[in-house]
């Protein structure tokens, strides 16, 4: 059966809140700040077990989440050497029969900033989102929608890297992934800069690759 290459996206160092985000929802080993990751996903979603199961098998990789949706199938591997999980993509992509340029490209759904937020906004926001921080009335929010899910988490990673920004939620499974932080006007736009300018990369490096 055909595989498709939605994601394929390679992390070298999480970042703090990133990481201790992804641990709240880690279903296997937690990854840790500065652990080396790759995000991968895949269609059919049952087609991920198989893929789990070689790169477990042949390197040191530590799997911290799995999600097989009937659609789509996801995977994030880590650990703290980097050529380690790199030798996990190469295994993984050879296993497919192809190379990473066969993954899609990021198409960004929507991208905005949203200022100066009120009370009751913010509220009903975090009481929907519970698993990152919280967003302070008066703060800027920035929001961030991508085609494949997956690449939602190298958005959040290097949005971190880049601005003094507080990761609030990261959704990077299903049909489009999403992205919240919050800061000053300032921070959100500087993480939406960094975010924006790190999926072009990616788009980029796929069509010279």
């Known amino acids: 059966m055909d595989v498709t290459l939605r994601t394929f996206v390679f992390i070298d160092s999480l970042q703090p809140q990133l990481a201790s985000y992804l641990a709240t929802s880690s279903q296997g080993f937690?990854?840790?700040p500065g652990d080396a990751c790759l995000w991968i996903e895949v269609a059919p979603g049952m087609a991920v077990h198989r893929l789990s199961d070689i790169a477990l098998k042949e390197t040191n990789v530590h799997?911290?989440?799995q999600v097989v949706e009937r659609s789509f199938g996801s995977m994030e591997i880590h650990y703290r050497n980097q050529s380690e999980v790199q030798e996990a993509g190469d295994i993984i992509l050879r296993q497919l029969n192809t190379g990473v340029e066969s993954r899609m490209a990021c198409r960004i759904a929507w991208n905005e900033i949203i200022r100066g937020m009120t009370p009751d906004h913010t509220t009903l926001i975090n009481r929907q989102l519970r698993k990152g921080s919280m967003i302070l009335p008066g703060k800027s929010m920035f929001i961030l929608e991508v085609e494949p899910a997956g690449y939602a988490v190298y958005a959040a990673n290097e949005a971190e890297k880049a601005?003094?920004?507080?990761?609030?939620d990261v959704k990077p499974f299903g049909n489009f992934g999403r992205l919240?932080?919050?800061?000053?006007?300032a921070e959100a736009e500087e993480a939406q800069r960094a975010a924006v300018e790190a999926l072009a990369r990616i788009n980029q490096r796929a069509?010279?690759?």
């Open 180 to 185: 919240t932080m919050m800061g000053s006007e």
């Open 207 to 209: 069509t010279l690759e």
């Open 30 to 32: 937690l990854p840790v």
């Open 63 to 65: 799997l911290g989440e």
């Open 163 to 168: 601005a003094h920004i507080t990761l609030v």
